[in-house]
């Protein structure tokens, strides 16, 4: 009866073992994967040469870690005059097409809570119970409706000049990720008029 409970187990682990494996595109949730774009990520991707959007956008990156879990990568700008920028990485666990991302302080208590909601076309984030602490800065905050602007499942995104793939993120090992801030440096205005 032992070695059959020993058989049993040592099979289960070769299972998750060979699920894991599986090509991201054929995960369950690559049906999501992609990018997601609102407001002003959209003007400027679209035109990278000119540097005249100053309103709110966001971009975040799905990618299908498992058949019911998702990796992402998050950048929001609130725009003029502030041009504040936050970015965060995450895990979600979908259910239903709904997963729940919570970020804890080092005391283990919630202070970021977003809802992720994925349509066929689009991604709705919403700040769930008020916490809102995600470390965005001030007037950042990710609720919006994103458009899947892309299909094609994201491998990698850089911040800075600084590769990182999906496949080698911190989420992966199971710990969590900080979120970070930056500010970007105003557009100086000419003779009195913002650019």
């Given at each position: 009866?032992?070695?059959?409970?020993?058989?049993?187990?040592?099979?289960?682990?070769c299972?998750?073992?060979?699920?894991?494996?599986?090509?991201?595109?054929?995960r369950?949730?690559?049906?999501f994967?992609?990018t997601?774009?609102?407001?002003?990520?959209i003007h400027?991707?679209?035109?990278?040469?000119e540097?005249?959007?100053?309103?709110?956008?966001?971009?975040?990156?799905l990618?299908?870690?498992t058949?019911?879990?998702?990796?992402?990568?998050m950048?929001?700008e609130?725009?003029?005059?502030?041009?504040?920028?936050?970015?965060?990485?995450?895990?979600?666990?979908?259910?239903?097409?709904?997963?729940?991302?919570?970020?804890?302080?080092?005391?283990?208590?919630?202070?970021?809570?977003l809802?992720?909601?994925?349509e066929?076309?689009?991604?709705?984030i919403?700040t769930?119970?008020?916490?809102?602490?995600c470390?965005f800065?001030?007037?950042v905050r990710?609720?919006n409706?994103?458009?899947?602007?892309?299909g094609?499942?994201?491998?990698?995104?850089?911040v800075?000049?600084?590769?990182?793939?999906?496949e080698q993120?911190l989420?992966?090992?199971?710990?969590?990720?900080t979120?970070?801030?930056?500010?970007?440096?105003?557009?100086?205005?000419?003779?009195?008029?913002?650019?």
């Open positions: 009866m032992q070695y059959f409970i020993i058989r049993c187990l040592a099979l289960f682990i299972f998750q073992s060979t699920m894991n494996a599986i090509e991201p595109a054929k369950h949730t690559a049906r994967a992609g997601y774009m609102f407001g002003s990520a400027k991707d679209a035109d990278e040469d540097d005249d959007h100053v309103g709110p956008g966001g971009t975040v990156l990618y299908p870690e058949d019911s879990t998702m990796l992402f990568f950048e929001v609130k725009g003029e005059p502030a041009n504040t920028i936050g970015r965060l990485t995450g895990k979600i666990t979908l259910k239903s097409n709904k997963g729940i991302f919570t970020l804890n302080n080092p005391q283990g208590i919630p202070v970021c809570k809802s992720f909601q994925i066929k076309r689009f991604l709705d919403r769930v119970d008020g916490l809102a602490e470390g800065g001030p007037g990710a609720d409706r994103f458009f899947r602007y892309s094609e499942i994201p491998e990698c995104y850089e800075d000049g600084k590769k990182t793939c999906f993120t989420e992966k090992k199971n710990t969590v990720a979120p970070a801030i930056e500010k970007k440096p105003a557009t100086l205005p000419i003779n009195g008029n913002p650019l």
